[in-house]
């Protein structure tokens, strides 16, 4: 197996899963992964070594769901949840599994009010679970810079959920 194969074996998940959490359409996510390979492929030869071969790919991929982003900036982007956790069990109280989705739809909602890149962060940072400084690399931008746009979200986040648990039931 060529090099480039084993990459595409290795990563085509992931790329997928990047992209169609980035990008709102699931037949974008599916034609991004074929786009996003044939410019590695293409650019395989151009590739440093200065970071990891990962790295560079995610950068690929997240710049160009950027750039399709920009391409369509009318076209609104969401940024799903692990559905798998989000999921009612038979045993869970209606009333739990409603609060869930309650709670599901407020992050969306913030998430949705993301800009592109920090939206990107999110995802790579909570979803793929990717590190600061892969993150940093990843994006073009500056650790710090990173950090503290994701501990800003959080933060946001965490602020409506304290506003949900203080709102008297109906």
């Given amino acids: 197996m060529s090099a480039l194969a084993e990459l595409y074996s290795l990563h085509a998940d992931r790329v997928w899963r990047i992209a169609r959490n980035l990008l709102p359409e699931l037949a974008d996510a599916e034609d991004l992964v074929q786009e996003v390979f044939l410019k590695v492929f293409e650019r395989a030869k151009q590739f440093r070594r200065q970071a990891k071969v990962s790295t560079w790919l995610y950068r690929v991929t997240v710049n160009t769901c950027l750039h399709r982003l920009e391409s369509e900036s009318n076209r609104r982007v969401r940024l799903e949840d692990r559905a798998d956790r989000l999921q009612p069990t038979a045993s869970e109280d209606p009333s739990a599994i409603s609060e869930r989705e309650e709670l599901r739809s407020e992050v969306r909602r913030i998430l ?4 592109p890149t920090t939206r990107a ?7 793929e679970e990717l590190e600061y400084r892969q993150i940093a690399e990843v994006l073009g931008l500056p650790v710090s810079t990173v950090l ?9 986040l965490e602020q409506s959920a304290q506003v949900r648990r203080l709102k008297p039931p109906a």
């Fill in 112 to 115: 949705d009010d993301l800009d």
């Fill in 121 to 127: 962060m999110m995802l790579l940072r909570d979803v």
């Fill in 148 to 156: 503290s746009r994701v501990a800003r979200t959080r933060r946001r």
